[in-house]
């Protein structure tokens, strides 16, 4: 049976690491929808995506395997104000749910104490000092106690790999990164 898994999205997301995580999740045979702000999203660089469905109109109640936050700046500030998704964030990591954020978007998870002291983190290092508090790291991708942080747009590959292992598995995402010839 296929994993469900929600990738939210708003005005200023940062559109290389959400369509990339999408892409590779899809590939996998993940069930991901994609949820926005918005009908229509236009992201860091003006690309324009439409979402699945709204933020607005999920049932909290509704279960997932893995709730993943793309980045850019204004995108993760927009979205720490979301009440909605810090409430799924909060029911997601206390049902020990995966939670994945890339770039600036670790700051939601901190801002909201959705990490725990002392978890391991990484971000774009643009934020880095909101997040020294925790045991900040600069590896590419870190997966500490059911959540996983990535640097940026230059990493999102990998750390969408790294999502298919935790959520497939190992040879599923081998067989990715060879499809599309990452190696």
Do not use: W
Not at 86 to 108: D, N, S, T, Y
């Amino acid at each position: 049976m296929s994993k469900n898994v929600l990738l939210v999205i708003t005005h200023g997301s940062e559109e290389m690491e959400a369509v990339i995580i999408i892409d590779i999740l899809r590939r996998a045979g993940l069930n991901l929808k994609v949820a926005g702000e918005h009908e229509i999203v236009t992201c860091s660089r003006g690309t324009k995506l439409i979402p699945d469905l709204l933020i607005s109109n999920i049932d909290i109640n509704d279960e997932y395997d893995a709730i993943i936050i793309p980045g850019g700046t204004k995108g993760t500030l927009n979205l720490t104000k979301n009440e909605k998704l810090i409430e799924m964030l909060r029911k997601q990591r206390a049902g020990k749910g995966l939670i994945g954020a890339i770039c600036a978007a670790p700051m939601i998870l901190s801002e909201h104490n959705i990490l725990k002291p002392g978890q391991k983190v990484t971000s774009h290092p643009s934020v880095k000092e909101s997040l020294i508090t925790y045991s900040y790291m600069e590896q590419r991708v870190i997966y500490d106690e059911g959540i996983i942080t990535s640097r940026g747009a230059g990493t999102a590959i990998e750390f969408a790999l790294y999502l298919v292992e935790l959520l497939v598995d190992p040879e599923s995402a081998i067989k990715i990164a060879q499809d599309i010839v990452l190696d």
